[in-house]
């Protein structure tokens, strides 16, 4: 089987799972995000992308309802034993079997929890499955309860994400040895994802982000290539993926002569960093990360040119995005507890100047100081 972790760490997730169900008092859960079955079942596939949920019980009895094209892949690489298809043809309604499923679990008239807000969960689902289930039983959004779970790495997650920071490491010098004038984006992007790769790792949850000159000022991946001035900004963010763990970086690159705009905007990056790995630890939360993040851009005077986050927690995850649901943005109260893998990133887009500056890594926290998951020092890169 192609499990990544040993069956008494799934046991241990299946109870501290079921604990909170109790506690909230759910007696069944059905999950959506991809995410969450692998981590409660080992279950690796892009089949989310169509119907399917897995039926969790308070007792811990679980089942999953999925199309035949993956009934081979839940066996493979899951725990799962309680496998159910639903059979694709014109006007297909899989909420019914599902309905059909539940009543055999004897779950008529009982308390359910739905994860909604998920990439494996369009609209169309949500209207079919509540019309369903709207007079089945007591129907709740529970969206956020194994993500919550999911926060705390264990020992062997905490190996996964290392290794990938590790390939995260490798991509970056992979990037560096080619970037010069006259390089292209193509040759770069490349070779970042072709280290990661030779290293052991998977595709990422969602694509690098390569941007220079203007599209230097970019968060997000577009399609189109260019090579690079002989005077450049080249943006890059990117993430090791190993074993759908995660662990991203980031950085503005500048080729050629740096401007002093670059060398300001670099000087608050790394000001704000350093200042956010004294609160990055228990005794403070998402939220007070956001707070050092605002105040010293706005001491800096560079509140327009900020985002409203400045990173979040990462972990297993498949696409669209790496990204979990919790973030470092105002007001968030989301402790902050050792175990957790968490990226910082500082993005200063100045549209005025047409001056792009970025600075990110990824950090494991502790019972004290954050640790750094990098090799690679937050130097200001100039080629």
């Known amino acids: 089987m192609g499990l990544h972790f040993e069956t008494s760490e799934f046991a241990d997730r299946l109870a501290r799972l079921t604990q909170q169900m109790q506690e909230e008092k759910l007696d069944a859960l059905l999950l959506f995000a991809q995410e969450s079955m692998y981590w409660l079942t080992g279950y690796d596939t892009f089949g989310y992308c169509f119907f399917q949920t897995l039926v969790v019980k308070a007792?811990?009895?679980?089942?999953?309802?999925?199309?035949?094209?993956?009934?081979?892949?839940?066996?493979?690489?899951?725990?799962?034993?309680?496998?159910?298809?639903?059979?694709?043809?014109?006007?297909?309604?899989?909420?019914?079997?599902?309905?059909?499923?539940?009543?055999?679990?004897?779950l008529l008239g009982a308390r359910i929890g739905v994860e909604y807000d998920t990439h494996g969960m369009t609209g169309r689902i949500a209207r079919l499955l509540d019309t369903q289930l709207m007079a089945f039983g007591q129907i709740s959004d529970a969206s956020y309860l194994v993500s919550r779970l999911r926060l705390i790495k264990s020992p062997t997650e905490i190996a996964y994400v290392e290794r990938a920071a590790a390939l995260a490491d490798d991509a970056l010098d992979a990037a560096l040895s080619l970037t010069k004038a006259g390089a292209d984006e193509a040759a770069i992007l490349a070779a970042m994802q072709g280290a990661v790769f030779a290293g052991g790792g998977d595709y990422p949850a969602n694509e690098f982000i390569i941007g220079s000159g203007v599209d230097a000022l970019l968060c997000r991946y577009k399609a189109g290539r260019r090579r690079l001035d002989a005077n450049d900004q080249l943006t890059l963010e990117w993430a090791g993926a190993y074993a759908h763990y995660h662990a991203a970086m980031m950085r503005t690159i500048v080729i050629g002569e740096p401007s002093y705009r670059h060398r300001e905007l670099y000087n608050a990056c790394l000001e704000n960093i350093q200042a956010i790995e004294t609160v990055l630890k228990p005794g403070h939360t998402f939220g007070d990360v956001f707070d050092v993040h605002s105040k010293i851009m706005e001491e800096r005077g560079l509140s327009r040119h900020r985002l409203n986050a400045c990173g979040y927690s990462l972990g297993a995850r498949f696409s669209p995005s790496w990204m979990e649901h919790q973030m470092f943005h105002v007001g968030n109260p989301q402790p902050i507890e050792p175990g957790m893998s968490l990226f910082v990133h500082m993005i200063i887009m100045d549209s005025d100047s047409g001056t792009a500056m970025s600075l990110g890594q990824t950090y494991l926290t502790t019972a004290d100081e954050p640790k750094a998951l990098s090799r690679h020092p937050l130097d200001f890169i100039n080629l």
């Open 59 to 106: 007792d811990g009895t679980m089942a999953l309802l999925t199309r035949s094209a993956d009934l081979r892949q839940a066996r493979q690489t899951s725990i799962i034993e309680n496998i159910h298809i639903w059979v694709d043809r014109v006007n297909a309604d899989p909420t019914v079997d599902l309905k059909n499923l539940l009543v055999e679990m004897d």
